[in-house]
């Protein structure tokens, strides 16, 4: 091997010994040489927290305590590796090892959406870096690739499958025609589930990483509170069939978009065209597309969630520390891209201003005269139809299902057609509506 390194080696402590925390571990011990290599210095990991050890990591004579502030107030260790989730304890150890003066790395995108503003002025104060590749889509680095591979752009949108579970719950009910709560059982024996996951399926976690994607996308400071989240809790069988039919996937999408009244940030069920890339994303697989307006439209596909995935991103994390923390602070890559006091106060939309087209599916009496009835509602409020499939009166029920696709509009303008559909006479339940991106 060329060079050696003769540096002393930095000294890592990983918080979390769970599927991460294991799988950092094991990364770090089996890459060691060339991890090193990349670095310019060896890394050691000085001590883990865990309440439990983690059969699938070999942690041999690595200190191992249960208290995660042992590893924060250790005065040889120089980066907390932050891999126990959450937003309390999680918080409180990374304010702790920032006031201590090391360096963080985390995986946990709830901490950095919800906490992100004040841990990132906390950690300039004390001049440290906090970093989080691991925070959003697994094993793509698409943090880095936005903050620093696309910096030459004015970033127009970006649209992902940044959800594992939920990806992983939707192919194999599609594929197999497996029931919703037997994949998700599966996925979190997998480990790729949150703690609790509510946040994968009511897409709280995928609007956490688009929240942290937006803000360097745009230089807006992160603000998931604004976030428009809408689950796949409430897809149908029968929507995802008609959507084929109509040559479209259903995919879980966070979209975040630049207009110029404000920034839409939303994640919800959407049918995108088949013949996407991002419409073939299977599996735990996640993929971002980012539109950017010198490099056009770029799409970033890998493992959303996973042991070594996550790790992969967790471990260049730690590289990109090693080689910048002997570096002038003034000097290093902004936590959010852009300079802190160059932030954007450019506001997020509620969700009623924002524009999308829609697939709508009505369920109505097989009388004469109801499509003609929609189209007229629709027409009154300016929704151009895109395309109309009436289906065959349904056995069980007599009614009839009429699937439309309209042309892109405004939510609160297409609010307003569903609750005068609604209030028809020969109108039967809810209308089913689902946002439709055409991602071009
Ligand atoms: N629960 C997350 C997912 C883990 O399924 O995508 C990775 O962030």
Redesign the pocket.
Known sequence: MMGSFSVKPVKVGICGLGTVGGGTFNVLKRNAEEIARRAGRGIEVAQIAARRPNPKCETGSTPITADIFDVANNPEIDVVIELIGGYTLAHELVLKAIENGKHVVTAN?ALIAVHGNEIFAKAREKGVIVAFEAAVA?GIPVIKAIREGLAANRINWLAGI?????NFILTEMREKGRAFADVLKE?QALG???ADPT??VEGI?AAH?LTILASIAFGIPLQFDKAYTEGITQLTTADVNYAEALGYRIKHLGVARRTDKGIELRVHPTLIPADRLIANVNG?M?AVMVNGDAAGSTLFYGA??GMEP?ASSVVADLVDVVRAMTADPENRVPHLAFQPDSLSDHPILPIEACESAYYLRIQAKDHPGVLAQVATILSERGINIESIMQMEVEEHDGLVPMILVTHRVLESRIIEAITAMEALDDVVGNVVRIRVEQLN
Not at 162 to 166: A, K, M
């Open positions: 995108k697994g940044i959800n594992g579970t939920g996925a790729y589930a949150e946040f994968d976690d990483k735990v996640n959303g969630a996550t």
